[in-house]
């Protein structure tokens, strides 16, 4: 479980225009898998998962993530300032479904429970990018006047390349601590699961 990420920052000098806050475009596509074991399932996620060229291997979902930024400036007093702030952030989360209905009860129950616990890893991605966008916006909107729009336009691409990589350590850590504590948590909601359908 991990995520692709675009990033880019498109800067360009225009009139004053009223600000907007920061937005998020939400998609979901899916991978079919079969299998009627749970070997069967994880081999059918191992050859069909979507492939990170950060690792070069696949995984049973991603997130693909792009930051796209405009800013808009005007003068006034011979300063520049920025007038305008557009922060969009599109997430593509790429999900497995499982098109086997002839498994056995309990694997069904480890299915879904694995299925639940891949959609929630993927959308707190999309939630720390989305809190991560929400930051950049108000830090660009933030950012002083200048000599001319090409300092603060410079300033702007360093607060934008800082707050992304802020992000991408930010998605990092989720990472590693959703590793390391996988087993225990699925145990838990693969018994509460079963528990609820009366097993």
């Known amino acids: 479980m991990a995520r692709l990420l675009l990033t880019l920052a498109a800067l360009g000098a225009m009139l004053a225009a ?9 998609s979901y596509s899916y991978f079919d898998i079969a299998g009627r074991t749970v070997p069967e399932i994880e081999t059918q996620l191992e ?4 492939r990170l060229a950060s690792t070069g291997r696949r995984h049973p979902g991603a997130t693909r993530m792009e930051f796209n930024t405009n800013l ?3 003068q006034v007093k011979g300063r ?3 007038t305008k702030v557009t922060v969009r952030v599109s997430a593509a989360v790429i999900l497995p479904r499982w098109k086997q209905k002839g498994a056995e009860r309990d694997v069904r129950y480890i299915w879904e429970t694995l299925a639940a616990d891949i959609k929630r890893h993927e959308d707190q991605h999309v939630a720390i990018a989305e809190m991560h966008g929400k930051e950049l916006d108000a830090a660009l909107r933030a950012l002083s006047p200048g000599r001319s729009c090409e300092e603060v ?3 702007a691409n360093e607060v934008t390349e ?3 990589r802020k992000h991408d350590r930010a998605q990092d850590r989720f ?3 959703e590793a390391r504590g ?9 018994e509460k699961r079963m528990a609820s359908a009366g097993r």
């Open 80 to 82: 520049c300032s920025v």
């Open 72 to 74: 808009k400036y005007g």
């Open 153 to 155: 336009a410079r300033r």
């Open 47 to 50: 050859q069909k998962g979507p």
């Open 18 to 26: 009223p600000a907007h806050s920061a937005s998020l475009k939400k």
């Open 182 to 190: 996988f087993e225990q948590r699925f145990l838990r909601a693969l």
């Open 162 to 164: 800082k707050i992304l």
């Open 175 to 177: 990472d590693t601590d």
